[in-house]
């Protein structure tokens, strides 16, 4: 039988203590053994009840909390989840705590919302799953990517789909593309607000121009465009002139936008001309969608267990068949390059 998470909830709010506590005490498998107000009644709980996940607010009075994230990853690492207003700065600080190794984020509530906080005791319980093993990712200078004119860029279309953990793993692997890279498209589990700083953050760290897709935005070699989170899919169409189309659809896999809408539309665009990789995340979303691919000629790629912050995702496309290597978090980026790099002779 497993132990139900023990959760620390932090926030400087005692009404939204109070919220976040009821919804996760809802949850048979998820015991909140505590409560704190800042950083200095917070880290006092961590020694004296040894939680397995905390869930902490960006913004507290006397150390905010990414000070305080750094803290914890410093001298007592373990599964942070981050609790943000959606709004552009929050989205900024939440980016920065998961690159700083938070396991997950979720927005706060905004006035009549039928579900705030969504899936939050899911993502709690995920995160207590993961505690024996968690260790703050290797921080460090990212190799620089291949020059231009050392990649000739094939006619490929690259499609990517992550989850939990897929910021760090979105930067390492976007971080080794050329700026002439292959078009890529990616869907990433984000609340809405978060994707265009995402976007933005990963225009700044890599070398080719990362952006929010728009509806009717056409695919170029050089450019990566990212879902807009939230309140539509994105797929690619039109194999005359391949172009980002959103969507209004119901969610699917519980996600809007998911990664399966996504790779199902490469599968049906591209076929053998694509490469889909999907990496670290909860639940499986994604996974029939790129065994479609594999089986309409696409190259695939899932992420191994080992360098998932969650291995989900993955782990369900490799059952079904859908993965044709499973690689390591650092060997992904790369081994895309190799699977759409021009032929010598002509393409």
Do not use: W
């Not at 919804?23 to 917070?42: E, F, K, R, T, Y």
């Not at 979303?285 to 291995?311: F, P, S």
């Amino acid at each position: 039988m497993t132990l139900p998470a023990r959760v620390l909830v932090v926030d400087d709010s005692a009404t939204m203590r109070g919220l976040i506590t009821a919804i996760l005490s809802s949850d048979p498998d998820v015991n909140v053994v505590g409560q704190a107000g800042d950083a200095m009644q917070a880290r006092a709980a961590i020694k004296e009840l040894n939680p397995d996940v905390v869930t902490l607010d960006i913004e507290m009075p006397n150390m905010n909390g990414l000070e305080f994230l750094e803290k914890i990853m410093t001298l007592r690492p373990m599964p942070v989840i981050m609790v943000s207003t959606l709004t552009h700065r929050g989205a900024e600080a939440t980016l920065a705590a998961l690159e700083i190794g938070a396991f997950d984020c979720v927005g706060k509530p905004t006035p009549g919302e039928r579900h705030p906080f969504g899936d939050l005791a899911e993502k709690v319980k995920a995160a207590a799953r993961t505690q024996r093993q968690y260790k703050r990712a290797p921080s460090g200078p990212a190799a620089p990517p291949p020059a231009v004119a050392d990649f000739r860029v094939g006619r490929k279309i690259v499609a990517i789909g992550s989850s939990t953990g897929g910021v760090e793993a979105l930067i390492a692997v976007l971080q080794k593309f050329p700026a002439n890279c292959p078009p890529t498209v990616i869907t990433q589990h984000m609340p809405p607000t978060f994707t265009r700083s995402f976007a933005e953050r990963l225009n700044r760290l890599c070398a080719p121009i990362v952006e929010e897709a728009t509806d009717g935005a056409r695919l170029e070699i050089g450019k990566i465009y990212l879902a807009p989170g939230g309140e539509r899919h994105l797929q690619v169409v039109n194999a005359a002139a391949p172009h980002c189309r959103l969507i209004d659809r119901d969610p699917v896999n519980g996600h809007r936008p998911s990664v399966d809408v996504l790779f199902d539309s490469v599968a049906e665009l591209a076929g053998r001309n694509a490469v889909g990789a999907i990496l670290t995340g909860m639940g499986r979303d994604g996974a029939a969608g790129l065994l479609k691919m594999r089986h309409a000629g696409a190259r695939t790629i899932g992420q191994n267990e080992k360098t998932c912050v969650v291995y989900g995702m993955p782990r369900v496309a490799y059952e079904l068949g859908a993965v044709e290597q499973q690689l390591p978090l650092t060997a992904i980026g790369e081994e895309i390059l190799k699977m759409t790099a021009a032929r010598k002779e002509s393409e």
